[in-house]
């Protein structure tokens, strides 16, 4: 209804100097030969075309939210902010994520008890415009003036910040008693709807003192998009985030390997949300290194496309299971890779880390060995073989970052390897994403 009081306006105010001007100026040249019913007619013909075009653009974006989405097309938005009735929420980005979160919140497909007041953002582009009739305040200079007027209870960040000026945010909205969540950034891509059910509040990982990786979305969909996808090692905190990951893209089949039931089952809750959808999921509890059932499930699912993420990666562990390494990650590899080759797979993906340069353990030499024997398939094989090397993940499975935060829990030392050390880390997400990009620009 917003956009369609737009248009009228648009409409009437050019339509208003268009008739005054071929009136004015050719007067004479069109009496009694030109009708002026023609201004209102072509008035009248823009506002239902343009209105037609936008509420096909509006529908083909709500198309996921059945009958209620398409209510919320032509509902009005509320012409006074904050009146709602629900918890006063602000939200920061006046951007395309920020558009996206607002139509999650004021949509109706959800039951949500969030009364959007408007928007905060610190471009200066943004300033006192509105979205869906909700205002632009400006940046967070007026930050407290708006929170106190109108007794907002939750900013909600949409836009994705460096750790540092997310860190300033947040801190802000301590002194102001404000909760403060984020919009999760693997829903960076702009076919994937931002829901106010997937925020949290801020972790270590947000506050990373750089910007975020650059990812190609166009690219990673391209390829994944009605594909068929396997993850090995797909309950892990790595293969974990790539299902959620690759679900956004829309593949049309998943097949997720994991040797942990438990595992097995809390992924089979976290990608519960995508089971409405056209992906077929399929849940194998498969030890890697069992060749002859795993050839049964390739035959069966005839995958696409191999990411393979489970490994052994604690390294003082596999110090003392020295056997225990071997046998899942180099024979996982041999296994898995042979069976890739057999079946026909078009892209082979290893996950692997930087422990494998040079290395001085037992964990980063069967890593070494997996990237070799690889580098030797992808040499006489006609499935694009890849590798990906990873650093330090936050919370991923054998990060450090854990057990430092639990470390400082318990008030106790926080051991380092030495004091002049540094480590550089990476996102979950990141860590995903860049692995879907790699695997996207081919072997």
């Known amino acids: 209804v917003v956009d369609l009081l737009n248009i009228l306006k648009a409409t009437a105010v050019s339509s208003a100097i268009i008739m005054i001007g071929v009136l004015f100026y050719y007067y004479t040249a069109i009496t009694g030969t030109f009708s002026r019913t023609v201004f209102f007619i ?84 943004y300033w006192g415009g509105n979205i869906h009739g909700y205002p632009s305040f400006g940046g967070m200079d007026s930050f407290e003036d708006v929170i106190t007027r109108f007794s907002v209870k939750e900013l909600m960040v949409a836009s994705q910040l460096a750790g540092e000026k997310l860190e300033k945010i947040n801190t802000e909205c301590r002194r102001l008693n404000v909760v403060c969540r984020v919009v999760p950034s693997y829903l960076d891509s702009s076919h994937v709807t931002i829901d106010a059910s997937l925020l949290r ?26 594909g068929r996808v396997l993850i090995t090692g797909a309950g892990g905190s790595i293969g974990s985030q790539l299902a959620v990951h690759i679900a956004q893209f829309g593949p049309s089949r998943l097949i997720l390997v994991e040797k942990s039931e438990n595992y097995l089952y809390e992924l089979g809750l976290k990608l519960k949300e995508f089971s409405s959808g056209s992906i077929r999921f399929s849940y194998n509890c ?17 995958p696409q496309y191999l990411f393979h993420a489970a490994a052994n990666k604690h390294v003082p562990l596999m110090e003392t299971n020295i056997e225990t390494a071997i046998t899942n990650n180099i024979g996982g590899i041999k296994a898995i890779s042979g069976l890739a080759d057999k079946h026909g797979v078009e892209r082979f993906i290893l996950i692997s880390t930087d422990k494998a340069v040079n290395p001085v353990n037992v964990m980063g030499a069967t890593k070494k060995i997996c990237e070799l024997y690889v580098q030797n398939m992808a040499s006489k094989s006609a499935t694009s073989f890849m590798t990906v090397r990873f ?53």
């Open 42 to 125: 072509d008035a009248i013909n823009t506002v239902v075309f343009i209105g037609m075009f936008r509420l096909a653009i509006r529908i083909y974006y709500n198309n996921d939210q059945g009958f209620s989405g398409l209510l919320n097309i032509i509902k009005p938005s509320r012409t006074k902010s904050g009146d709602g009735g629900g918890i006063p929420i602000l939200i920061y980005g006046a951007n395309e994520r920020g558009e996206l979160l607002l139509r999650s919140l004021t949509s109706g497909a959800r039951p949500h008890h969030y009364d959007p007041v408007g928007f905060m953002d610190d471009d200066q582009q």
């Open 201 to 226: 509040g801020i972790q270590i990982e947000d506050l990373l003192d750089r910007e975020p990786a650059t990812i190609d979305y166009s690219k990673i969909e391209s390829f994944l998009k009605g």
């Open 286 to 302: 498969v030890d890697i290194t069992n060749e002859g059932q795993m050839d049964r499930l390739f035959a069966r699912e005839k």
């Open 391 to 443: 650093g330090n993940v936050l919370a991923s499975n054998g990060s450090v970052a854990p057990l430092f935060l639990r470390q400082i829990e318990n008030r106790g030392p926080v051991t380092v390897t030495d004091k002049n050390v540094k480590r550089y880390f990476m996102t979950i997400p990141e860590a995903v994403l860049l692995i879907l990009q790699a695997a996207g620009m081919g072997g």
